[in-house]
């Protein structure tokens, strides 16, 4: 158990759709990175939040973006969805005693049809 | 721009015998991390290497790093088939930012 939950577990959506992920992790943990993780391959960084502000972004377009709130849970909001966005969704978190460590959630896997 | 290339991708091995995972990365980093995932499911942390010449060991997994090579190993002694799984190695370019190998699927036959 890493503590870190990701929410929803599934979903499809079709084209040119919009879509909100969620993550929350333990108290503490004031870092949180996004991945995308396309079938067969490692995970790719998307960006990463630290005390809520955007703290370095990966080779994203700006149709990816996110949030992190007080309460240490993040979103990840993907605009016009295209059908290369399907992967899965990880998000990860540092923090507390542990800061070497990134905990990763269980993910969100997104369809796009 | 980072790079970080593992070897082999895939790899099938009896019961009972001894490899080795490289992982080559391009710019220097001093943190290397591998992760194990299982299929369908999210990444579980193995070992976080931060200096030169460190060796960290669990289980059956060893792991070591060469910062001045750029060059990670994962060493499985005596395999069971519980350790059948992808395993990734990660380099960080910056504050957790991790960028990831293409990864090593390993299959232990009984």
């Known amino acids: 158990e890493t503590g870190v939950t990701q929410s929803p577990t599934h979903l499809i959506k079709t084209r040119g759709q919009q879509v909100t992920l969620r993550c929350s992790s333990q108290?503490?943990?004031?870092?949180v990175s996004w991945y995308q993780q396309a079938l067969g391959q490692g995970p790719q960084f998307i960006f990463q939040y630290y005390r809520e502000e955007e703290n370095g972004r990966g080779n994203f377009p700006p149709r990816f973006s996110g949030l992190q709130f007080p309460n240490y849970s993040s979103e990840l909001n993907v605009n016009a969805l295209e059908l290369d966005d399907s992967a899965l969704y990880l998000c990860?978190?540092?923090?507390?005693?542990?800061?070497?460590?990134?905990?990763f959630g269980p993910g969100t896997r997104l369809t796009v049809l | 721009e980072l790079k970080v290339e593992q070897n082999p991708l895939f790899l099938s091995m009896q019961e009972g015998k001894n490899y080795t995972i490289y992982c080559n990365y391009s710019?220097?980093?001093?943190?290397l991390y591998w992760y194990r995932q299982d299929p369908g499911k999210s990444l579980e942390s193995l070992f976080v290497?931060?200096?030169?010449?460190a060796v960290k060991q669990e289980g059956r997994l060893m792991a070591s790093l060469d910062t001045k090579a750029r060059l990670s190993t994962l060493h499985i002694t005596a395999a069971v088939h519980d350790l059948s799984a992808t395993y990734f190695c990660?380099?960080?370019?910056?504050?957790?930012?991790?960028?990831f190998g293409q990864g090593t699927r390993l299959t232990i036959n009984p």
């Open positions: 290497l931060l200096s030169n010449g």
């Open positions: 990660a380099v960080e370019r910056g504050a957790q930012k991790l960028v």
């Open positions: 108290s503490g943990h004031n870092t």
């Open positions: 990860a978190t540092t923090g507390g005693r542990h800061t070497d460590t990134q905990y």
């Open positions: 710019t220097t980093s001093d943190r």
